[in-house]
């Protein structure tokens, strides 16, 4: 029998299985960002402030009430850098650093610090900006290929669409095919490449009718 999938709005609870999805999904980028698997509550205080900056830009799906994906696409990014300082986020994940509540050490923050770093003067210049992002994405390893990640990436241009956002940006590793494929049928077009400490990212940019 076919499962049904339902694309909903995430609420606030969501956030827990979100981050567990996310750290799963992209175990090998978490790891090689701070060494080891951090405690959860890191993962879900960064997804806390995604959500919180742009509750409607969250979306998840969910077969027979599991969540097996998620994509976060704001068209509001600028809310989200002035939420974390701001509303204090920033200070607060200091504290838990400090205090062991994240699990790992002064390295690892380096290394995110910088690769953000990096990201941020890529998205800043005028022919890599864009006003709306596919900021993260991921499917549940057991649903992939089922068309979750169409029907996410549909929701949120749906989103787009409604927001007048014009030109949308997503950066994907180059060895994801599934992914770019996904992409690419959904009139993403590849433009230029990134990198962080880890290695390439493939810039894609949809320009909406």
Request: hydrophobic residues 50%; proline residues 4%; positive net charge.
């Amino acid at each position: 029998m076919v499962q049904q999938v339902n694309i909903e709005n995430a609420v606030k609870e969501d956030i827990p299985e979100i981050a567990a999805l996310f750290t799963e999904s992209f175990k090998d980028s978490v790891l090689h960002h701070c060494g080891k698997l951090p405690r959860p509550q890191a993962m879900e205080d960064v997804f806390s402030l995604v959500y919180e900056a742009e509750p409607e830009a969250a979306f998840i799906a969910r077969i027979n009430g599991k969540i097996c994906g998620y994509c976060f696409a704001p068209v509001k990014l600028a809310q989200l850098w002035i939420l974390a300082i701001m509303g204090g986020h920033i200070f607060k994940w200091a504290w838990r650093w400090l205090t062991g509540r994240y699990g790992f050490g002064l390295h690892p923050v380096k290394v995110i610090v910088l690769n953000k770093l990096a990201f941020l003067s890529s998205a800043i210049k005028p022919e890599k900006a864009a006003n709306a992002r596919i900021l993260s994405i991921a499917v549940d390893a057991e649903y992939r290929g089922r068309g979750v990640a169409t029907l996410l990436m549909k929701a949120a241009m749906v989103y787009f669409k409604d927001h007048c956002a014009s030109r949308i940006r997503l950066e994907v590793r180059p060895d994801n095919a599934a992914a770019i494929k996904v992409y690419e049928r959904l009139g993403f077009v590849q433009t230029g490449v990134t990198r962080d400490s880890q290695g390439d990212w493939l810039i894609m940019f949809k320009e909406m009718e």
